[in-house]
């Protein structure tokens, strides 16, 4: 399988994503210009990342105008015939403007920008980025927003809890989901999670920033893991 | 409009200035001409005032391919072909008036002077100075500042890996914002700000040109009066996502080879980029100015070619080549529009619709050509007479050490600056080795190496007060104690020279005796100085006088692990790991941050401090790093020992035990902030090794007990659990911040 990368202008953790996919788990990985049109030689099999950062400095609304480039008609056909999209942070956001995924996000409820480790708890094995992991498990990877309040209408809320469509919740390092372990006012605590067709995925924390011992946290190299397995496992 | 004498002053420019532009110009200059001079020899883009005494710094190095002054910023070879831009500059005027644009655009700023040399920003830091945390206004002020920084960096997309906050009445009107950038560049694939080439093309990059920062260089180079609000239009905006752009363009447009020199506009825009690009290749310009894309109708010729407005880059292409750099920023969607042509006339020739409305030498505008250089005189300040007779013996020894120790840890220049650096990203570009491993400087590791950077700012400005060449040594010695203790190499600094009016000559004895120290503790440490910024002119007005800030020297230093296994960090590791303290303890509490808390004393000399004492002490922490005999390191400094042991047991949430020394005030053992000493852990097996290096190397330690169980024991006295402790660290802060 192989991963694109999307670069809009004002992305900033692309580069970050490229290394952590190319360098770190050794994966083919190209470059996708915003302005291109179409996605080169994918399969369905293979992902398309949309990165952090501030695309197009995030003026209007986070990910508004991001979701009207020229590449963003190619992802969300990708999107719905199947493909693999995988969104952090800002790619989250485009994602929730592109009506990939339901909800938006919303400015953080200090108002603030945070950047910080915060504490997930996988809410289930059952997605492409989780398949490796033990529900429950409580993993360490920092948030870096000010736009990252998960909000979503009453209904929306219970049919992605009846389908099992949240990935992550914020919780404290023990593992319960409260009021205080919330770093920025998401609903249920709610940090990631994915379309009902599950090929689609968002979340605000950055597990490209969790992913080398170097750093001392490898808690996001888990859900590349799980996204190798689930692809490998298709391709056999 | 006739330009006399009194227009030339209002501009801030002197008579004799003005007698000697009419010399060079063999006429009197016209009011775009006397605009331009007025912002050119401004101290700011000058150095008028500084630059003799600039000179007598140490600026020669085996790693410097660059020479301090020579680019926008120093240049050091790292090694493995790759070079570090780096550099720290102020924006404290601008941030005074309006805290989140100055502060946002001073990060813009100095990113810029880095990526407009070739070198990719990957790392910035920030030295930044309030007023007391308990006023309105400082709140105000820190607010704006921390978003602002936060917000341009975040976005620009360049981890903010460090910094200082501090908190002094000297700086309730005048607070001092410092930015520093760290880039990287290939060795050899960099690009000067030269112009060469007659017939080159010249061109305007990146945002529109704006009303926003004029006369912004005159008006940093002023003393801040409470008229200064009125100067807003002197202060910049700053939009980051153009920034971005600008960057990866102006990286890609380097690699098409179509460039011949380029400069980013900050201080005098078009007027500086222009003059000092032609002085430097010995050339001159032809602008024509109705061809800078403009933000409003009807602007002035003076307007366009001093106008601040950010994110602009001026470039010099190779003729025939145009279409290759047009390319790149279309790419990028900016704007790329040619401007005008270098020229062999030596002189910056700008039309307006076909009128010539400015022509000056460029060499005459430029530092080391025709700006002026000033001696100024300088006499000892009168306070520091007084210091002298403080005696330790004034102050009464505590009867309730706990409760003086939380006295101390409450002061806001000692708790956790979380609020703060929580709204920066530290994290972006996965380089950051110190966020979840803290060391006492940060720690950046370059990707396809096994190398890392170290990059530290420091200054304790109530030092240089006591003593300004005491303390400037200091300030260098900490920053260069921060790289050893965390396993570095320093390397060479920057500096940020925050002082008060040149004119006044008891903030020039600052000035100069700084320098001197700052020289001497360079030289000492093989540090040589790649360049920097002076901001003078920053005073706070009281009700009855007029005083200048205290003197701030803020010293940005870069280090290097030539191996990225030796980082080592502050926090305690393991229960029952011994704790040591390297260096000589002393009966003082010379301006200790516990003696301001809890007996009001802000008059002292400085602190203990020998720089032969602390080189040596350097070296040999160094050797003890690299027999990897050490479990943390943390150097003693604001808050002394027991702040700093307190840090180290915070980190992983262990304890320690330890016992003082009978032959010294316990005040001055624990709280005190002689220099030149360091917090070891060692792992019990290892310390008779220890122990017989540092006798055979001639080191002074002392052991102060172990790390254990989650409480704070002192003499066997319990000071409570770890936790409660942690808590007035770490939420003190944010309880000042956000109350109103």
């Not at chain 2, 409009?1 to 006399?4: E, G, Q, S």
């Not at chain 2, 309030?130 to 709140?139: V, W, Y």
């Given at each position: ?10 992305s900033?953790?692309?580069?970050d ?9 050794g994966q ?16 369905l ?8 950062g501030?695309s ?13 480039s020229?590449i963003?008609?190619?992802v ?29 996000l919303?400015?953080?409820?200090n108002?603030?920008f ?14 492409a980025?989780t398949?490796?992991i ?14 990252g ?10 049919q ?6 949240i990935?992550f919740s ?5 593992g319960?989901?409260?009021e ?10 709610i ?31 888990g ?10 496992s298709?391709s056999? | 409009?006739?330009?006399?004498p009194d ?7 002197t008579?004799?200035?003005f ?10 200059p ?9 912002v ?8 008028k005032?500084?630059?003799?005494w ?40 601008p ?6 644009q100055?502060?946002?655009t001073?990060?813009g ?20 100075r ?10 105000h ?37 410092n ?7 290939k060795?050899?694939?960099t ?7 007659v017939?080159?093309?010249?061109f305007i990059v ?40 600008l ?14 020199g380029m400069?980013d506009?900050g ?20 602008l ?18 001093i ?15 145009e ?12 704007v790329?529009e ?12 700008a039309y307006y619709?076909?009128?010539?409305v400015?022509d000056?030498p460029?060499?005459s505008?430029?530092?080391g ?20 007779k403080f ?23 000692l ?11 530290s994290?972006?570009r ?7 491993a803290?060391?006492d400087?940060?720690?950046?590791r ?14 304790n ?10 303390g ?10 921060n ?9 060479a600094i920057?500096n940020?020279l925050?002082?008060?009016n ?5 903030a ?6 700084a ?14 100085v ?17 005083e200048?800030?205290h003197?701030?020297?803020?010293i ?33 509490l ?23 004492e ?14 990897q ?14 702040s ?9 949430g ?12 316990k005040?001055?053992?624990?709280f005190g ?9 060692i ?10 290096q ?5 080191i ?11 409480r704070v ?7 409570g659990?770890?936790s ?8 003190t ?8």
């Open positions: 399988m192989k991963f694109g990368v999307v670069v809009f202008p004002g900033n953790c692309d580069d994503m490229v290394h952590v996919l190319g360098t770190v788990m083919e990985v190209v470059r996708l210009w915003h302005k291109e049109t179409t996605l080169p030689d994918f399969d099999g293979d992902c398309v990342v949309l990165p952090g501030f197009y400095g995030d003026y209007l609304r986070a990910g508004a105008i991001a979701r009207f020229p963003m008609e190619a969300i056909d990708f999107a719905n015939k199947g493909g693999y999209v995988f969104g952090i942070c800002n790619g989250f956001q485009v994602l929730c403007e592109a009506g990939l995924l339901p909800g938006v919303l400015k953080n409820s108002q603030r945070i950047c910080k480790n915060v504490h997930l708890k996988t809410m289930t094995s059952e997605s980025v398949s490796a033990n529900p429950g498990t409580v993993l360490r990877i920092p948030i870096a927003h000010a736009d309040r998960y909000f979503a209408d009453h209904e929306t809320i219970s992605l809890k009846d389908n099992n469509q990935l914020y919780c404290t390092p023990e319960d989901i409260t205080a372990a919330n770093p920025n006012g998401s609903l249920h605590n940090a990631g999670i994915c379309n009902d067709k599950r090929n689609v995925f968002g979340m605000m924390p950055h597990p490209e920033r969790a992913s080398e011992l170097l750093l001392n946290n490898l808690d996001g190299k859900l590349f893991d799980s996204f190798l397995r689930t692809a490998h298709h056999v | 409009m006739a330009v006399t227009v030339a002053k209002e501009l801030g420019l008579a004799d200035e007698q000697q532009i009419t010399h060079i110009l063999g006429r009197t016209n009011f775009t001409e006397i605009s331009v001079f007025s050119m020899w401004s101290e700011h883009c000058s150095y005032n500084s630059i003799v600039l000179k007598t710094l140490p600026r020669e190095g085996d790693r410097l391919l660059v020479e301090a002054g020579e680019e926008n910023a120093g240049l050091v070879d790292i090694g493995d072909g790759l070079a570090c831009a780096f550099k720290i500059e102020s924006h404290n005027h941030s005074a008036i309006e805290p989140y100055g502060a946002a001073g990060v700023g100095i990113h810029r002077d880095i990526f407009t040399m070739g070198a990719r920003p990957i790392a910035a830091l920030n030295s930044l309030f007023g007391n945390i308990d006023l309105a206004h400082t709140k002020l820190v607010r704006g500042v921390v978003k602002g920084i936060g917000d341009y960096g975040n976005c620009f997309g360049v981890p903010t890996v460090g910094g200082e906050v501090y908190f002094n009445d000297c700086y309730n009107q005048n607070i001092l914002v930015a520093m950038s760290v880039g990287i560049v060795v050899g694939e690009v000067s700000a030269t112009a060469e080439g017939g080159n093309p010249v990146g945002s529109a040109t704006g009303k926003d920062g004029i006369h912004g260089a005159t008006f940093a180079s002023a003393d801040l009066t409470e008229d200064s609000a009125d100067d807003l239009p002197a202060v910049q905006v700053g939009d980051p996502f153009q920034e971005k752009l960057l990866e363009a102006s990286l890609e447009a380097i690699r098409t080879g179509a460039i011949v400069q506009m201080a005098a825009g078009i007027a500086c980029s222009s003059s000092e690009m032609s002085a430097k290749g010995g050339v001159g310009m032809d024509h100015l109705e061809k800078v894309p403009t933000r409003q109708a009807n602007m002035q010729a003076f307007e366009i070619m106008s601040e407005s950010q994110e602009r880059m001026l470039i010099v292409g190779h003729k025939g080549q279409e290759k750099l047009l390319e790149v920023f279309r790419k990028w969607d900016l790329c040619q401007i005008g042509q270098v020229t062999d006339s030596g002189h910056i020739r619709h076909g009128e010539l400015s000056i460029a060499d505008l430029v530092l050509g025709g700006a002026p250089v000033y001696q100024r005189e300088y006499k000892r300040p009168a306070y520091m007479k007084k210091l002298e005696s330790l013996s004034q102050v009464p020894q505590p009867e309730d050490l706990k409760e003086a120790a939380h006295t101390l840890l409450a002061s806001p220049n708790i956790s600056r979380r609020w703060v650096y929580e709204q920066y990203d994290m972006v996965t380089n950051s080795m110190s966020t979840n803290p060391s400087a940060a720690i950046v370059i990707k396809g190496s096994d190398k890392a950077l170290a990059m530290t700012v420091d200054c400005s109530s030092y240089v007060y006591a003593d300004p060449y005491v400037a040594m200091i300030a260098v010695s900490e920053a260069a104690r790289i050893v203790v965390s396993g570095g190499e320093p390397v920057t940020c925050n002082f008060g040149p004119y006044n000559p008891e020039y004895y600052q000035f100069v005796h320098i001197k120290g700052m020289g001497d503790a360079c030289k000492k440490f093989g540090t040589p790649t360049g920097g910024n002076v901001s003078f002119y920053n005073q706070s007005v009281f009700k009855d006088r007029t200048p800030v003197p701030t020297p803020t940005g230093m870069l280090g290097i692990l030539d191996d990225i296994t030796l980082q080592t960090t502050i926090g305690f590791k393991k229960e029952n790991d011994q704790i040591y303290m390297i260096g000589t303890p002393h009966n003082d010379n301006a200790s941050e516990y003696l301001r808390q809890a007996h009001g004393i802000q008059n002292t000399p400085p602190p203990h401090f020998d720089l032969d602390e080189w040596h002490l350097q070296q040999n922490v160094k050797k003890l790093i690299r027999m005999l050490i479990e943390s390191a943390h150097d003693i400094s604001e808050g002394g020992m027991f700093a042991l307190l840090e180290s047991a915070f980190i992983h262990l304890g320690f035990n330890i016992e003082t020394d009978g032959n010294f005030r005040d001055a053992y624990l902030e002689s220099q030149s000493r360091i917090i070891i852990t792992a019990p097996d290892k310390e008779d090794e220890l122990i017989s540092m006798n055979a190397h001639n002074s330690f002392t052991r102060l007990g172990e790390v254990s169980g989650d024991i002192i003499d066997e006295a319990d000071f659990p770890l409660e402790w942690k808590t007035v660290y770490e939420d802060l944010s309880q000042k911040l956000d109350n109103q």
